[in-house]
Nanobody, 125 residues
Framework: QLQLVESGGGLVQPGGSLRLSCVAS????????IGWFRRAPGKEREGVSC????????NFADSVKGRFTISRDNAKNTVHLQMNSLKPEDTAVYYC??????????????????WGQGSQVTVSS
């Protein structure tokens, strides 16, 4: 059974850091693009970042450039999202998702086939 499980969220003060992890089971991540998305209260789901099967990174959100870094550990079948210099506007539920039809990153959330349950990130003083 294909599954994605996120972890690493929590409450952090502005300027702090968190590292989200997305552990995959039921498939091998090295053959697919994996994306991170987020949904803030009252807002539409937003693409954050994606990493292709070849390790090419696409940042979907200009607001996270220079602060968030996506990486993959194929040996552990895990994708990480390192988030630094967090801001209150980064508060959201963060989801990882896999695109089973592409090795490259596609922008539309509807392109992604399986999603994790989400991890809450709250940035507040």
């Amino acid at each position: 059974q294909l599954q994605l499980v996120e972890s690493g969220g929590g409450l952090v003060q502005p300027g702090g850091s968190l590292r989200l992890s997305c552990v995959a089971s039921g498939f091998t991540i090295e053959y697919y693009a994996i994306g991170w998305f987020r949904r803030a209260p009252g807002k539409e789901r937003e693409g954050v970042s994606c990493i292709s099967s070849g390790g090419v990174i696409t940042n979907f959100a200009d607001s996270v450039k220079g602060r968030f870094t996506i990486s993959r550990d194929n040996a552990k079948n895990t994708v990480h999202l390192q988030m630094n210099s967090l801001k209150p506007e980064d508060t959201a539920v963060y989801y990882c998702a896999v695109d089973l039809d592409s090795r490259s990153c596609r922008h539309g959330p509807n392109e992604y086939d399986y999603w994790g349950q989400g991890s809450q990130v709250t940035v507040s003083s």
